[in-house]
T-cell receptor, first 112, second 115 residues
Framework: DAKTTQPPSMDCAEGRAANLPCNHS???????VYWYRQIHSQGPQYIIH???NNETNEMASLIITEDRKSSTLILPHATLRDTAVYYC?????????????FGQGTELSVKP | EPEVTQTPSHQVTQMGQEVILRCVPI?????FYWYRQILGQKVEFLVS????????KSEIFDDQFSVERPDGSNFTLKIRSTKLEDSAMYFC?????????????FGSGTRLTVV
């Protein structure tokens, strides 16, 4: 089972920041937080990942709380094309098997 | 940007028939994966593959399933005798490293319909 909890759905106005929360209260010290998204049944797309420091890339920012029990994915200026299901996944950094355990994710709807 | 290519995009097959789903991973990637997603359900891990052997497989990946990298570029998933419940989207993925430091790149998927 997925080790994360996410709200099933969220709305966001186009051009505004989308803040997607994730709870991972049982995360272990050697587990990373990964975010993926899936646009309308396409293959999942990697967004960002982090261990304990905040991370930023061209797609998004990841804010991880100091106790690492929760995180927030921030899309700074959401567009209609960001409408997708967003998955927060925790996994062991050195897991050689490559298994990602997907939960139900958050369905983000960006509205004009 | 490099892509993982999957063919065919759609496949319809009769129950009991064998199907082969094909994937061309990104050329410098060494780790390969298959996932599936039944309509309306979660994405599920099937199998990971490295150095010409399976690294890990899920309970779903039973004796009816097999994977192969026949020629150094293609990566295939074979279902020996399809069942109605095998109907799903099948996603191939690849990564440079085992731990996916740069993320896993997924293909667009093959929609398999078993009738």
């Amino acid at each position: 089972d997925a080790k994360t909890t996410q709200p099933p759905s969220m709305d966001c106005a186009e051009g505004r920041a989308a803040n997607l929360p994730c709870n991972h209260s049982t995360i272990s010290g050697n587990e990373y937080v990964y975010w993926y998204r899936q646009i309308h049944s396409q293959g999942p797309q990697y967004i960002i990942h982090g261990l304990k420091n905040n991370e930023t890339n061209e797609m998004a920012s990841l804010i991880i709380t100091e106790d690492r029990k929760s995180s927030t994915l921030i899309l700074p200026h959401a567009t209609l094309r960001d409408t997708a299901v967003y998955y927060c996944i925790v996994r062991v950094a050195f897991d050689q098997g490559g298994k990602l355990i997907f939960g139900q994710g958050t369905e983000l709807s960006v509205k004009p | 940007e490099p892509e993982v290519t999957q063919t065919p995009s759609h496949q319809v097959t009769q129950m009991g028939q064998e199907v082969i789903l094909r994937c061309v991973p990104i050329s410098n990637h060494l780790y390969f994966y298959w996932y599936r997603q039944i309509l309306g359900q979660k994405v599920e891990f099937l199998v990971s593959f490295y150095n010409n052997e399976i690294s890990e497989k899920s309970e779903i990946f039973d004796d009816q399933f097999s994977v192969e990298r026949p020629d150094g570029s293609n990566f295939t998933l074979k279902i020996r005798s399809t069942k109605l419940e095998d109907s799903a989207m099948y996603f191939c993925a690849s990564s440079e490293t085992a731990v996916g430091n740069y993320g896993y790149t997924f293909g667009s998927g093959t929609r398999l319909t078993v009738v």
